[in-house]
C-alpha cells in the first residue's frame, strides 16, 4: 500500500513539500560534511583508490594532518572563553543587571554550557555548522522545571532554502528532524497509537528502497526507526487595537464603559510548533515561548549568506592536501618495502644461477652458485630526495591553507628567532582565524536573546522563573553568595491600611544590553590582570598600596586568598584607644611607637605586603 500524497489534508501536504524542499537543498552540504567528519576522524581513502591498491598488493596508509589542526583550534577555543554582560539603561538597573549576570552563569553551569558550546563549535569547525537549542523541560518527578541550552546534531536540522541570514531572521521556518523508535513515539503520543502502527508497517512513496546511497527521509527499515518532524514555522495575523484616552489597549483590555477613538489593526507575526509522521498530523500547537523566535541558534564557521553558498569548516579547504599526502606515504612506504628486493644483474647464460635467484634472491642468508661472473643486486641505498621535498612543501600547504603556523602549533622554529617574534606570528595565526570566534561570539549573543528576550517578549527566564528562588551566584568580591528572586516584600501601607507589595530582585522588569566581554575569562588574563596590579602599585606611595592590597590579593589564584584578605582586614582595622592610667602605672613604649601592640606602621606594613606577594 503505498500513500498518496494527494489524499492528505492541505496543511500536512504543504509541511511535507516544506521539508522536502529543505532536504533537497541542503543535500549538497551533508555530503561535503559528512566528508569532512570522515577526514577529521580518519577515514581519508575513497573505496575505489583502497581496493585499487590492495589488487596491486600495496600499502594504503594515512596520516592523519587534519585532526592536529582542529584540535588546536578547539583547544583555542576552550582557553579563551567569553563571558556575558549586562549593561543598565537606567541607573536603576544597575543591581537588576547583576542579578541577571549571576542568574545567567547559574543556568549556563548547572546545563554544563561550556561543553556544549565547544561541541557545537567543533561541528562548525569541521563540517561549518554547529546548532544549539535553547528551550524549557519540565520534570514531573520533582514537579519543577528548568531551561537548558545543548548540542544538537547538525544533520538533523533543516533550513527554510530561502533564508539567507545567519541569525534565522529572514527564515519562514525551522524543522528539527530526529529519528526516534516507534515504542517512544506511542509513548509520547499514546492517542495516535493505530496510525503509529500503521506507519512503520507501511513503505512511504518518498523512499527510494532500491539505492542505498541514499539518506531514509521518513523511516529508516534498517534501524527501524521514524522520523519524527517538528516544524517551528510563523504564522501572520492581524491584531486589533483601540486607542482610548491616550492609550493604546487591545480588545482583552477593554472594560465596559470604555469608548474607544480609533481602531486599527497591525500585523503580528506567531511562532507555531507543527508536529507530523510521514502522512499522520500529531499536533499543531502555538509556540510555548513567548519571544517570538526559533528555539534554535546557528553557529557557522564560514559563510557570508550568498545564493549558491554553502556551510564550510576549515576541514573543506584541507581534504586535496591530505588526499596528496597520503598517497605519496603510501607510494613511498611501497618503494621502501620494495628497494630490499628490487632484482640482480646477471649476464645471459647461467640459468641454473637464475633459476635460483628466481626462487629464493630474496631470503635472507640465501647461497648463490654461479658458473661464470657473479650476480650483482640493484643499488638499494638510494632513496629518492624528492619525496622529503614534497612531505616539505606539504607542510607548507597545511600551514598556508588553514592560516595556522609552526608557531601556533608549538612546533620547532629556526634558531634564533626571539621570543617577541614568536609571539608576532602566534597573533598573525590568530588573525587568520578570528572569524571563527567573532561568530562564535554572536552565537552566544543570540542564546543570550533566547533566555532573556526583550521588552514585550519575554526571554525563557522571565517567562518561567517567575516564582520565589534561590540562585547561588558570584558577588562582586568574587565569593559564591546566595541571592532569592521574584521575592515579595510588604514596603508599606496605604492610608487604607493595606499592604503595599513589591517584588523583590523581579526577573521580569528592567531594561539593559546584552554584550560579551572583549577579554576571555582565562587563567591567561587573570596572570595578566594579577600582575598588571602588582606594576601599578609599585608607582603608588607606600600609604596608598595599603588600600588597594585586597584587591591584588583577590585577582591572584591563592589558595588561601580568603584567609589573606581577612588578616590583612585585621591588620587595618582602627584599634581602640588606650585606656588612660593613673601616672606612673603602666609601662612599654609610648603611644603610637612601633614597639606598641596592635599597631604596625604602614610603611612597614606596605614593605611586608610586597615580599608576601
Known amino acids: 500500500m503505498q500513500i498518496e500524497v494527494e489524499e492528505l489534508n492541505p496543511k500536512l501536504s504543504r509541511f511535507r513539500t516544506m521539508f522536502k524542499a529543505a532536504v533537497e537543498k541542503q543535500k549538497p552540504w551533508r555530503r561535503n560534511a559528512k566528508t569532512d567528519y570522515k577526514f577529521y576522524f580518519g577515514d581519508q581513502w575513497d573505496e575505489s583508490d583502497r581496493q585499487a591498491l590492495r589488487k596491486q598488493k600495496r600499502p594504503a596508509i594515512t596520516i592523519n594532518r587534519v585532526r592536529p589542526f582542529v584540535n588546536l583550534i578547539s583547544g583555542y577555543q576552550r582557553i579563551n572563553r567569553y563571558e556575558p554582560d549586562f549593561k543598565p539603561r537606567t541607573a536603576k538597573d544597575l543591581d537588576l543587571c547583576k542579578v541577571r549576570k549571576g542568574v545567567t552563569k547559574y543556568i549556563m553551569d548547572s546545563c554544563k554550557f561550556n561543553k556544549q558550546e565547544s561541541r557545537y563549535f567543533m561541528d562548525g569547525v569541521i563540517g561549518g555548522l554547529g546548532w544549539a537549542e535553547v528551550a524549557y523541560e519540565f520534570d514531573y518527578h520533582a514537579m519543577d522545571g528548568k531551561v537548558y541550552i545543548k548540542r544538537r546534531s547538525p544533520f538533523d536540522i533543516y533550513v527554510d532554502p530561502e533564508s539567507r541570514e545567519p541569525d534565522l531572521s529572514d527564515a519562514e521556518y525551522v524543522i528539527d528532524a530526529k529519528w526516534v523508535s516507534k515504542n517512544d513515539l506511542i509513548r509520547t503520543y499514546p492517542e495516535f497509537k493505530e496510525d503509529i502502527e500503521t506507519f512503520t508497517q507501511l513503505r512511504d512513496q518518498d523512499e527510494d528502497l532500491d539505492n542505498e546511497e541514499l539518506e531514509p527521509v521518513w523511516y529508516d527499515a534498517k534501524k527501524k526507526k521514524c522520523r519524527l518532524i517538528t516544524v517551528w514555522y510563523k504564522d501572520y495575523k492581524q491584531k486589533t487595537y483601540y486607542a482610548v484616552g491616550g492609550q493604546i489597549v487591545t480588545r482583552e483590555n477593554l472594560v465596559p464603559g470604555m469608548m474607544p477613538t480609533q481602531t486599527f489593526r497591525v500585523p503580528q507575526t506567531e511562532i507555531r510548533c507543527y508536529v507530523m509522521l510521514g502522512d499522520v498530523e500529531l499536533e499543531d500547537i502555538p509556540s510555548p515561548y513567548k519571544h517570538g523566535r526559533f528555539p534554535f541558534v546557528p553557529y557557522y564557521a564560514y559563510y557570508i549568506g550568498e545564493e549558491g553558498e554553502e556551510p564550510a569548516g576549515i576541514v573543506r579547504d584541507l581534504q586535496d592536501v591530505q588526499r596528496e599526502h597520503n598517497k605519496r606515504r603510501s607510494q613511498f612506504l611501497h618503494l621502501i618495502n620494495t628497494m630490499a628486493n628490487r632484482g640482480w644483474f646477471l649476464r645471459k647464460g647461467q640459468p641454473q644461477t637464475k633459476k635460483q635467484l628466481e626462487t629464493a634472491g630474496s631470503t635472507p642468508g640465501v647461497v648463490v652458485e654461479y658458473e661464470q661472473d657473479p650476480p650483482k643486486q640493484f643499488d638499494t641505498t638510494q632513496v629518492p630526495t624528492v619525496f622529503a621535498q614534497f612531505d616539505q612543501k606539504c607542510s607548507e600547504d597545511f600551514r598556508e591553507i588553514s592560516g595556522i603556523n609552526e608557531a601556533m602549533l608549538g612546533q620547532e622554529m629556526a634558531a634564533g628567532i626571539s621570543g617577541k617574534a614568536i609571539e608576532l606570528r602566534q597573533r598573525q595565526a590568530v588573525t587568520q582565524v578570528a572569524g571563527l570566534f567573532d561568530n562564535l561570539r554572536e552565537t552566544k549573543e543570540m542564546i543570550l536573546h533566547l533566555l532573556w528576550g526583550s521588552q514585550g517578549a519575554p526571554g525563557l527566564i522571565p517567562q518561567y522563573y517567575t516564582e520565589e528562588k534561590t540562585f547561588r551566584i558570584l558577588g562582586d568580591n568574587?565569593?559564591?553568595?546566595?541571592?532569592?528572586?521574584?521575592?515579595?516584600?510588604?514596603?508599606?501601607?496605604?492610608?487604607?491600611?493595606?499592604?503595599?507589595?513589591?517584588?523583590?530582585?523581579?526577573?521580569?522588569?528592567?531594561?539593559?544590553?546584552?554584550?560579551?566581554?572583549?577579554?576571555?575569562?582565562?587563567?591567561?588574563?587573570?596572570?595578566?590582570?594579577?600582575?598588571?596590579?602588582?606594576?601599578?602599585?609599585?608607582?603608588?606611595?607606600?600609604?596608598?598600596?595599603?588600600?588597594?592590597?585586597?584587591?591584588?590579593?583577590?585577582?591572584?589564584?591563592?589558595?588561601?586568598?580568603?584567609e589573606l584578605k581577612q588578616r590583612l582586614q585585621a591588620a587595618l582595622q582602627p584599634q581602640a584607644p588606650p585606656q588612660q592610667l593613673p601616672p606612673g602605672q603602666g609601662g612599654g613604649p609610648p603611644p603610637g611607637q612601633p614597639g606598641q601592640p596592635g599597631i604596625v606602621p604602614q610603611g612597614v606594613a606596605a614593605q611586608a605586603m610586597q615580599a608576601a606577594l
Open 478 to 562: 568574587g565569593q559564591e553568595e546566595f541571592i532569592t528572586v521574584n521575592q515579595p516584600q510588604v514596603v508599606g501601607y496605604d492610608w487604607l491600611g493595606n499592604a503595599i507589595h513589591q517584588t523583590l530582585n523581579d526577573l521580569s522588569v528592567g531594561e539593559f544590553d546584552i554584550v560579551i566581554s572583549e577579554a576571555p575569562a582565562t587563567p591567561t588574563q587573570r596572570i595578566a590582570q594579577y600582575y598588571g596590579l602588582l606594576e601599578l602599585l609599585k608607582l603608588m606611595p607606600p600609604n596608598v598600596q595599603m588600600l588597594f592590597a585586597d584587591m591584588v590579593i583577590e585577582a591572584s589564584d591563592f589558595d588561601n586568598k580568603e
